[in-house]
């Protein structure tokens, strides 16, 4: 998996991925017809995770088959590696940090937001040693284990830190570890504290380790995930987005309303997890209403978000809110299921 672990490496890396895209946009290959008549749809992943549950739920249910569409799905694994399969045309839509669209846009590149997959911070303070933490300034003298820059745990833990008035490697240090490693590297001792998410969560509370803080509350409504995807791709192929955006609207509605099919869906998902952690993680994510409620993007969702990169210097926030975003997708799939 190729890291990006510098701020500069980031944006060179999109500027570049973005040129890519301009001048092979029209080459780009188009979605197959599958021979059952259904639409092949290449979908990015950054990393499997239960935040992503609606994805699951409309892939189980035959909700994407129904309207129209055979979901051929990957995990790139992390953020800016899900989009740059969108910008290098080996994925039509990616779900990720819809950060890096912004960047994209920012650069002179491609990129536009259709949906919100996960509307909360997604993340939890994860430790087998401390006790709840009810103040940032608590996290003073602490090892915290992220993913790296640029994925969103890493951003998330850094920007509360610094408002907390603490800097980080002095008052506080974070280690970056691959995705999907941190309660691990928690548990081995390299950490005080984990940021991570569902179903890693529920993994380590059986194995002892509790929640000490809660981001999704901490930050409020928060385009966490957004559905990511090429204009070009939008101009080519209309019906096929707003399938997509459909799809994901009603796997939503179906999520919040039949939490025991979501926990079935989720054991399927994850194997090798015992059925009561799973069961569990669902649980919080339900609590804590993580998962999109509706695709629609909320403009104090993607407010958060951008007020979070700009402040970290992660984007500019030059592009306004109604070209980056584009929710008349979600509208029409919204009037569809009412």
Not at 63 to 81: C, W
Request: charged letters at 20%; glycine letters at 8%.
């Amino acid at each position: 998996m190729v890291q990006i672990p510098a701020r500069s490496a980031r944006r060179k890396f999109l500027q570049s991925a973005a040129a890519l895209a301009l001048t092979t946009a029209m080459g780009i290959l188009p979605s197959q017809v599958s021979a059952a008549g259904l639409k092949t749809v290449r979908f990015s992943e950054a990393v499997h995770n239960l935040g992503y549950i609606n994805l699951y739920v409309g892939m189980h249910s035959g909700i994407f088959e129904k309207n129209g569409l055979d979901m051929k799905v990957s995990a790139a694994g992390g953020d800016t590696q899900t989009f740059a399969a969108v910008l290098g045309g080996s994925a039509d839509f990616a779900i990720g940090d819809a950060t890096m669209a912004q960047i994209s846009r920012e650069n002179g590149g491609p990129g536009v937001v259709v949906g919100t997959v996960v509307q909360r911070a997604h993340y939890f303070g994860v430790s087998k040693t401390l006790s709840t933490i009810t103040d940032p300034k608590q996290f003073k003298g602490l090892k915290i284990v992220t993913s790296p820059e640029p994925n969103t745990n890493y951003s998330v833990a850094k920007r509360l830190l610094e408002k907390a008035g603490l800097k980080v490697g002095v008052d506080a240090t974070i280690v970056p570890v691959n995705p999907g490693t941190e309660i691990a590297a928690m548990l081995a001792g390299q950490a005080d504290i984990a940021i991570a998410y569902q179903p890693s969560v529920a993994a380590a509370e059986a194995q002892g380790a509790k929640v000490v803080f809660d981001f999704s509350t901490y930050i409020g409504p928060f385009c966490n995930t957004g559905i990511m995807v090429l204009p070009s791709t939008i101009q080519k192929d209309p019906a096929m987005v707003q399938a997509l955006v459909t799809s994901f609207e009603e796997a939503s509605r179906k999520t919040y309303a039949d939490p025991a099919y979501a926990k079935k869906v989720a054991r399927m998902e994850f194997p090798d997890l015992p059925g009561e952690v799973v069961d569990a993680a669902i649980d919080a994510e339900l609590k804590f209403k993580i998962p999109a409620e509706s695709v629609i993007t909320k403009t104090d969702q993607w407010k958060n978000l951008m007020d979070m990169q700009i402040y970290l210097g992660n984007a500019k926030g030059s592009v306004p809110f109604d070209q980056i975003i584009d929710n008349t997708f979600a509208e029409k799939a919204i009037a569809t299921a009412k």
